[in-house]
């Protein structure tokens, strides 16, 4: 199985902040890498999918990048709306594994 | 508009079974796979299988294989997962959601899961 391991587990950044999250896969997964974004008492939102595609309806803040092994989420200026735990997760013939997830904190 | 409504909470004893339900509206059901998604209190998303509505088609992470059934009736656009003996460990929030080209893009509200003595 392929494994996903996501840092840093949390994170606190202040409003306006560059955020950078990054997902590291157990072996070359292409591009096949989403990020999602889960609210609390909500269900998961795809902002990204295929490693660097938005989203249709996601601000231009968010974006993804990466192929192979290494991946890396970022938000270019940190919003109070951005509150969330964020999740990647890799799909590999049609079984997906998230990573562990990232808590997103405001300073 | 795409939309997954799915069953409300249930509150069950552990070796009890459990149906739940997901049902779409606002596209062709039998042309996306559905993916079930569990989460813990408190903790991570975990994948536990997809259905083909189409064929029935499922497969299942290797962690759930065994331990649930999915299911799925295109009559009435509908997926299922269903337990045959509920234990403690099952108490979760659910989530369906359907699997467009490259990702799970539209999900259900959740189903809360509780199994308590």
């Known amino acids: 199985d392929i494994q996903m391991t996501q840092s840093p587990s949390s994170l606190s950044a202040s409003v306006g902040d560059r955020v950078t999250i990054t997902c590291q896969a157990s072996?070359?997964?292409?591009?096949?890498l989403n990020w999602y974004q889960q609210k609390p008492g909500q269900a998961p939102k795809l902002l990204i999918y295929?490693?660097?595609n938005l989203q249709t309806g996601v601000p231009s803040r968010f974006s993804g990048s990466g192929s192979g092994t290494d991946f890396t989420f970022t938000i270019t200026s940190l919003q109070p709306e951005d509150i969330a735990t964020y999740y990647c997760?890799?799909?590999?013939?049609?079984?997906?594994?998230f990573g562990q997830g990232t808590k997103l904190e405001i300073k | 508009e795409v939309q997954l409504v799915q069953s409300g909470a249930e509150v069950k004893k552990p070796g009890e079974s459990l149906k739940i339900s997901c049902q779409a509206s606002?596209?062709?059901?039998?042309?996306?796979?559905i993916g079930w998604v569990r989460q813990m209190p408190g903790k991570g998303l975990e994948w536990m299988g997809i259905?083909?509505?189409?064929?029935?088609?499922?497969r299942y992470s290797p962690s759930f294989q065994g331990q649930v059934t999915m299911s799925a009736d295109k009559s009435i656009s509908t997926a299922y997962v269903q337990w045959s003996s509920l234990k403690a460990s099952d108490s979760a929030m659910y989530y369906c959601?359907?699997?467009?080209?490259?990702?799970?893009?539209?999900w259900g509200q959740g189903s809360l899961v509780t199994v308590s003595s």
């Open positions: 959601a359907r699997v467009g080209l490259r990702a799970p893009d539209y």
């Open positions: 606002g596209y062709s059901f039998t042309s996306y796979w």
């Open positions: 259905i083909h509505p189409g064929n029935s088609d499922t």
């Open positions: 072996q070359d997964i292409s591009n096949y």
């Open positions: 295929d490693a660097s």
């Open positions: 997760q890799q799909y590999d013939n049609l079984i997906y594994t």
